[in-house]
Structure formats: C-alpha cells, structure tokens
C-alpha cells in the first residue's frame, strides 16, 4: 500500500476511533499532500519517498514548537504538539540507534577511504544519500565528525 493510501485510511480510522488528535494530524498531512500536488501542472500522485519528506518535515517543526512551548512554561500545547509528532512518526521509517548509525558511518568511512576531517564532505556526501530517513541529518554529521576525530 502506497504511503498515501495508508494516511487516508489512517484518517478513517480516526474518524471511527473519534481520535480528534490523530485526524487533525493526518488531514494537516493529507492537504500539504493536496497542495504539493498542485503546485506543478500535471502532478497526479506523489512518490512515496516525495510523502515521506512532507512527514519529516512536519515532524521537524512539530518538535521544533513543541521545544519552544516548554522553555515558554506552556506545557499543554508543548504535550499536544508531540501529541501530533507521536502520530507522524507511525508513518515515518524507523530510525537507527546509536551503535548502528556507528557501524554504518564506519562502513561509509572505510568504503570512501577518508582518514582525516578534511574529508568529511565527501563522507557526508555519501551517508546523506545512504542513510536519509534512517538518521537525523544532524545525528549523521555528529557521528562521522566524532568518528573522523578518532581515525574511524
């Protein structure tokens, strides 16, 4: 099933379950959906890999707000924020722990044959491409830095 396809009957579900926080949230997901598709001329259906970038990015910002919220003392709007961000990353791949984002930036280190810092653009080059969804863009950068440091 098209990730798509899977968000619209996610809505139905919620719709049945009255689950007010889930519906808000895949319908927000289905109308930037609705206007990516819109946006170009002649665009019927978006890929899979297109979807998953909008849920990151919603999910970004919905832990981005929901941060802000809580250095304001707002606690309610903090905890139904990651209320929503809870219900995105049901759609999202699962992401990598620790000792497995190390494996594999070690893996992409040894296959690059960097050796110093001075290298780490061409080592993110190519876990950017490799581990995208699986690893925090920036979790990524941390690793291959520290890992550089060291000598891999």
């Not at 719709?15 to 007010?20: N, R, V, Y």
């Not at 190390?102 to 876990?127: D, N, Y």
Request: glycine share 6%; net charge negative.
């Amino acid at each position: 099933m098209r990730l798509e396809e899977a968000i619209s009957e996610g809505i139905q579900h919620a719709m049945k379950a009255q689950d007010k926080v889930c519906m808000a949230t895949l319908r927000n997901v289905k109308k930037y959906i609705l206007e990516a598709k819109s946006a170009t001329a002649g665009i019927t259906e978006l890929s899979d890999e297109e979807v998953l970038k909008i849920i990151r990015k919603l999910s970004k910002q919905g832990v981005d707000s929901a941060e802000i919220y809580r250095e304001q003392g707002r606690q309610e709007l903090c905890d139904e924020e990651m209320a929503q961000v809870d219900v995105l990353k049901e759609f999202l791949p699962q992401q990598m722990d620790d000792a497995a984002l190390t494996e594999a930036v070690r893996a992409i280190i040894a296959a690059t044959g960097a050796t110093s810092l001075k290298e780490m653009g061409r080592v993110m080059g190519v876990a950017s491409k490799e581990l995208a969804g699986k690893a925090e863009g920036k979790d990524i950068s941390e690793k291959v830095k520290a890992l550089l440091a060291q000598g891999a």
